[in-house]
């Protein structure tokens, strides 16, 4: 069984993603301290060679951000095109009606790896309004990829229907008896409490794509 990854390297390898993504260049290695928020350049060298080590980054050492982005065994990591289906807010809920999950059914579409859909089926992405769940490192214009499920468990971040307000909401889903506590990712806001029986998951969050 191949080695896990250290929540270290997953942070630095979305991070390559995203900024990749982005702004079709890879970063510097100073690029990665600051958006990972790692304590030294050296840090971040040691690991890349450990992403190095599992083929999932090739790196020219002689070239200046000559990172490039490898899926399992070495070869160049497969691209997958998401449908992004709407808005949802991090902040207040806001509606958004269900619909079809099909690609051809929306203009809007993100390129991933399936590194970052984790090879999960009939993924969505939906684009977070507001900053409640920032604590997180998600905040206001980042793009979240959604697994569609109607369960999970408790700490799980989760898309969520309100049915008597007929909204959607981005929180942390605790049970609590015969409630749910909605948990925003952010110390200046407070939880949403609700009967069990007012909501339904949508989507299980997989991945966050940085809106650099």
């Not at 070239?63 to 490898?70: F, G, Y």
């Not at 991090?90 to 690609?103: D, F, K, R, S, W």
């Not at 229907?161 to 959607?168: A, P, R, S, V, Y």
């Not at 889903?173 to 029986?197: A, W």
């Amino acid at each position: 069984m191949a080695e896990r990854l250290s929540d270290k390297q997953q942070k630095i390898l979305e991070f390559l993603q995203d900024f990749i993504h982005e702004k079709d260049y890879p970063p510097s290695i100073r690029d990665i301290q600051n958006g990972c928020g790692i304590s030294s350049t050296s840090v971040v060298d040691y690991n890349l060679k450990r992403l190095e080590e599992k083929s999932l980054i090739r790196r020219d050492r002689e070239v200046s951000r000559a990172i490039e982005l490898l899926a399992a065994g070495g070869k160049r990591a497969r691209t997958i095109r998401v449908p992004v289906v709407g808005t949802i807010a991090a902040g207040q809920p806001i509606p958004m009606p269900p619909e079809t999950l099909t690609l051809d059914a929306y203009d809007d579409v993100v390129e991933v790896t399936e590194s970052q859909t984790r090879g999960r089926v009939d993924v969505f992405a939906l684009r977070v309004s507001g900053d409640s769940m920032i604590d997180a490192l998600i905040d206001d214009g980042d793009i979240v990829l959604m697994e569609p499920t109607r369960s999970c468990d408790d700490g799980d971040m989760v898309a969520v229907w309100l049915k008597d307000e007929n909204e959607t909401t981005l929180k942390k889903f605790f049970h609590e008896g015969e409630r749910v506590r909605l948990q925003p990712m952010n110390t200046r806001l407070d939880p949403i409490y609700t009967p069990s029986s007012n909501v339904e998951v949508q989507g299980r969050v997989l991945a966050a794509i940085r809106n650099w």
